[in-house]
């Protein structure tokens, strides 16, 4: 089944390196080129999306790929399993997942750059070769991590992406704000990373290898530890594989902006629109929640792991969703609802519902790249002005953005038969059966049913201030217009969110017993797959009970029916309050909770005051010890030196008869010692 | 391999054609007495020293030494054993001449204006013939010669300046500890002799092997320990180092350069051949009670602590390069100390190519230093400051010098440093006092490269004073420190064949 | 009637003394340079009653070059203080300390 590197997979690298020669060549030429380096984007983005497309038709004929493409380093090493040596390389893993992952990285990414004409062009940025240069450089290093086949390599494009996600949240470098939110960005997901390496050291040391697949993978590897009963490193192997899961997990939580490494993702809207869409919504933030379900066959090992991923992802899907209603800024209001959405995800992953979290996570790039792309619209149509109590009225004036982001916002807010709806759906549904058995994961379900009305309630909050009544000031009475190549990526999109929720109709597929559960059928490797990754592999490890509520199709519809009403129920609250010609901002019925919310939970102060109230002490006595003991031993070693060598050289007398006395007295001293060592006397 | 057989004695070619330089020299004095023509002088001079570097290194290639079962001519022998040539014999001409050819360029702009020329030239070239000679020597009698050869022109060279009182002073200190330490020298041999009745090296492995020597056990240790303070006094070894500094710091700067290179080299190579030839480890223990490896663990971290220590504080850039060339004797020792009765090829070996490359590291840069008394810029490192705004090209080839004395990758001294450095440790398994050795050298190293990046900083950081004139480039000078600097890298490179040399040297000398 | 060599190894290790107490108390240059060559001819004497002990030439050989050798180091040395009288003024070993330290 494993392709050997003929046909199809041998053009493989190239759709990781069409954006990195963009990359250079807007760098290198972008002052040059027409339109400031766009143009060698799209065309690259392009050229990656058609490749990328060829590699799912291939994969969907039956083929899959995993080869190693170059070995930078490898050594012989004693492992805890007792592996001998161990290979740092380069590879690719092309498996119904990453060809997924590809086809919408480089769908969006493409979509994007064609926003970006717009966007950035048409508004006379500067700087635009950077722009271009740093899109590049992030979706090669996105794709690159999406079909890297070892973690270590994965680490290294998480890094990356990570890295042009600072370059282009601080593109606007002159401003105040912006350098600072790229900073934080950076600091914050670097936190995380920093126990995703510990995590890739500690695999790489136990089990000798950091593969994702095949015979020779970690996962495989850990497994035969756990069925052997080896203890590793102290630990039973179950433990160890919680303990170094839990570490990869932190650079996770960072990426995908998870409690409590959330906080940089709001920040992170300093950023143009554009980057926040293709980075900050739809492809990097994936990333992390992509990763869990790259190594998702290593997780199922672990119930413990399964279960804290699932209750943070509940928690912050509730928690997030909460801010979200009380923000004024139109991208606050979407960043928050990231957030939330892949809290969605991670609880969908922590309950074992594979197909659920991947679903949700496609269905998610496309309608939250969508709603961010059409709030880019309106930020362009207000002369950029991203206050929605200065907006209003702007459905008729312009009727592609409100049409296309009401598709993307019915998506979001999972109304039936929009796309969020049939996965958010499958992840609720997934948590519920496994929380009728597990306590901790129906808290999180619990958690996530209730952010459901949430969503419905901030997503038509945000629709009905923006788009309906009357405009509340002048700029939302004469907006500005929009080009083509802002209105295409819109109507793509809008069709998508619409529509591609269709490809994996679980509860219909139920209740009619039809098979149109494709997406199901595509990861559970019914065209091409890879042994071990399936979905049908990875349901037999979960170790979780399911339980139902008289019959499955019973409990599917209960659940259904829940969160689309919820759903429905927030909807409606917000046209109750928001949709009048009128609007007020009701938030003194929220009394004290506003503040509160309007303050983010106090999570930026309590990280403030970590940083400052425990850190800094903490660096300050380490840098006073190192002042004072560090320094004071080296400083002491030098003076002593430097006083031994005054003393030294004074024996250099200038006499020439000391000369003499001092050599006969050293030659009697060697002459005495050895005698003595030499027994003579 | 030859077409035709060479006479046996023309094996001695380098030590010849050098000494016959010094007599062309001679020759062209006396038919034109006080002739300051430099160009014939100095030109004379290198030409001789190229030309025995030449047919050293052809000697070599051609296999000379190289034992006949590995294709080689096999050990030559001269004169009934009194000499004998072997890759020991040439890799040490071929640093001598090394350094000779490159003092005689330098020297061709120090000595301008200065009398006495031809002298001077011929004094070097017979030192030098002492020197090769010394190496190719397999008798204390023939030992002894040569190396007076190599000292007396030396002590004429330190005090060739002979209105300077600098150089006279080092001239006496230096004459005066010489002549004690070769009176103490002499004595240890008679003292030899009495013991074992010959002279010749490997007859007194042999008398010492049949017992001959039993019953003599104190009178042939005292003899070997006071062999051993002759040998400490050439290579400028704690307690016979106090000459060193003021003969450094006094003597024109090439001789400096030609003194701690070339007659240090010439020191280390009677100390590997006697202490190995004639007293082999193992069979001496039974005999006078100890291995002699003792007393070289023992000299060699005490000259390495004294030299750098003493270095770390100097003012003067000459007077440290002095000490520091103490500190260098001691690591070179450490190829002493490793011996083993089993083998320590490799250590010696290190420490063979570590005086290879000294003579190019530390001759650079004390022709750097003649560069600067050319100049007139001032002794101090004061004096120093900002040079490389003036002579970038000089400046750099300084640094390279003392980063690679300091044993600074990429440069050849951290070669031979490291080499030294993990012999001693290979030489800890047989003798834990090995451990304290190499302890000895991480310590003395890192204390070096303090003064020796207080030079670079001086050069290449400090601003220079406001008030200097502008700085000549004169062409020898320049050629030779080049040269030098060059050598100190690519020496890198060609480690390999290198080391291949030293430990073939070191392992003809061994077993 | 011969002398046994223990007395001659004696009698060189007497003058090797006096020469070596010579060199470290005298400061005339020119008593230095004695002393020097009393220690030489200490080893002199042991060469030849080695050889006669030994019975062979060698070590009588050998002295007739350290004699000779004696006389060249003697030739350099002489020249040496007389140049260190022509800037010292004295021939005293220990006035020249202009470098130390």
Known sequence: MVGTGAGPFSYAPAIALFPLAAFVISLVFGRQLPKKGAIPGIFATAASLLFSLWMFATVAGGETYHETLYEWSAGAVTTEVGAEEIAFSFGLLIDPLSALMLVIVSLVAFLVHVFSLGYMNDEGETGLPRYYASLGLFTFSMLAFVYADNLLMAFMFFELVGLCSYLLIGFWFRTKSAPSAAKKAFLVTRFGDYFFLIGVVAIASTFGTVAFAGEESFVVAAETAIEDGTTLFGFDAQTWVTITGLLVLGGVIGKSAQFPLHTWLPDAMEGPTTVSALIHAATMVAAGVYLVARMFGYYALSPTALSIIAFVGGFTALFAATMGVVKDDIKQVLAYSTISQYGYMMLGMGVGGYVAGVFHLMNHAFFKALLFLGSGAVIVLMHHEQDMWKMGGLKDKAPITYYTFLAGALALAGIVPFSGFWSKDEVLFDALIVGLEEPVILAAYAMGLLAVFFTGFYTFRMVFLTFHGEPRTETAEDPHGVGWSIKAPLVVLGLLAALVGFVNLAPIAKVAGMDITFLEYWLDGEYGYVEGLTYHHYHEMVAFEEGYIGSETTTMLLSAGLSLGLALAGAFAAHTLYNVPEPKRHTTKLGGAYTVLRNNYYQDEYQVWLAEGLTLPLARTADLFDRSVIDGAVDGVSGASLFGSSWVKRIQTGLVTNYAALIVAGFIALLLGLGLYGGWF | ?511 | ?101
């Open chain 3, 1 to 101: 009637m011969t002398v046994a060599v223990e007395y001659y190894v004696l009698l060189s290790m007497a003058v090797f003394c006096i020469g070596l107490m010579g060199v470290l108390t005298r400061r005339n240059a020119l008593l230095f340079l004695m002393s020097v060559e009393l220690m030489l001819n200490a080893a002199n004497i042991n060469l030849i009653a080695f050889a006669f002990y030994h019975g062979n030439l060698t070590g009588q050989v050998f002295a007739l070059f350290t004699m000779a050798l004696a006389a060249a180091e003697v030739a350099v040395g002489l020249g040496i203080i007389l140049v260190l009288y022509r800037n010292f003024r004295d021939v005293d070993v220990t006035v020249p300390t202009t470098m130390r330290w």
């Open chain 2, 1 to 511: 391999m030859a077409a035709y057989q060479l006479p046996q004695w023309a094996a001695l070619a380098p030590a010849l054609l050098l000494a016959l330089t010094g007599l062309v020299l001679f020759l062209i004095d006396s038919i034109s007495p006080r002739s300051t023509d430099r160009t014939l002088l100095a030109g004379t001079a290198a030409v001789g020293a190229l030309a025995s570097l030449a047919v050293a290194v052809w000697f070599t290639a051609a296999g000379v030494g190289t034992p006949t079962v590995d294709g080689g001519e096999g050990v030559i022998e001269i004169f009934d054993g009194q000499f004998v040539v072997d890759q020991l014999a040439l890799y040490f001409m071929i640093v001598v001449t090394i350094v000779t050819a490159l003092i005689v360029v330098a020297s061709y702009d120090y000595l301008a204006g200065h009398t006495y020329q031809a002298e001077y030239y011929s004094l070097v070239v017979l030192a030098a013939t002492g020197m090769a000679t010394v190496a190719a020597a397999n008798s204390l009698v023939t030992i002894f010669i040569a190396l007076e050869l190599t000292s007396l022109p030396s002590y004429a060279l330190v005090a060739i300046l002979k209105d300077n009182r600098g150089s006279v002073e080092a001239g006496l200190k230096y004459f005066l500890i010489g002549a004690l330490s070769s009176a103490i020298f002499v004595y240890g041999i008679s003292l030899v002799y009495g013991a074992t009745g010959v002279l010749q090296l490997d007859s007194i492995a042999e008398v010492i092997a049949d017992g001959g020597a039993d019953g003599f056990g104190g009178l042939l240790g005292l003899g070997i320990l006071m062999l051993l303070g002759g040998i400490a006094f050439k290579t400028a070894s704690v307690p016979f180092h106090f000459w060193a500094p003021e003969a450094y710091e006094g003597a024109p700067a090439p001789i400096s350069a030609f003194l701690s290179s070339a007659s240090k080299a010439a020191g280390f190579v009677i100390a590997f051949r006697v202490f190995n030839v004639a007293f082999p480890l193992g069979e001496i223990g039974n005999v006078i009670g100890f291995d002699w490896t003792v007393a070289f663990v023992v000299l060699a971290i005490v000259t390495m602590t004294v030299g750098n220590f003493a270095a770390a504080t100097q003012e003067n850039v000459k007077r440290m390069l002095a000490y520091s060339s103490i500190g260098h004797a001691g690591y070179a020792l450490i190829g002493l100390a490793g011996l083993s009765a089993d083998g320590g090829e490799l250590v010696m070996g290190a420490a063979l190519m570590h005086l290879l490359v000294y003579g190019f590291m530390n001759t650079g840069a004390f022709l750097f230093v003649a560069l600067a008394e050319h100049w007139g810029v001032g002794r101090t490192f004061e004096d120093y400051n900002g040079l490389s705004s003036q002579a970038p090209v000089a400046c750099g080839a300084m640094a390279v010098f003392l980063f690679s004395l300091a044993g600074i990758p990429p440069f050849g001294g951290f070669f031979s440093k490291y080499f030294l450095f993990t012999g001693a440790l290979q030489a800890a398994t047989a003798n834990t006092a090995m451990l304290a050795v190499a302890a000895a050298l991480v310590v003395n190293s890192a204390l070096s490269l303090y003064y020796y990046s207080r030079l670079v900083k001086a050069l290449w950081i400090e601003d220079p004073p406001a008030t200097r004139d502008r700085l000549g480039q004169p062409t020898g000078l320049y050629a030779a420190i080049v040269v030098a600097a060059v050598m100190t890298i690519v020496i890198l490179p060609g480690f390999g064949p290198v080391a291949e040399a030293a430990t073939g040297a070191a392992e003809a000398l061994v077993n």
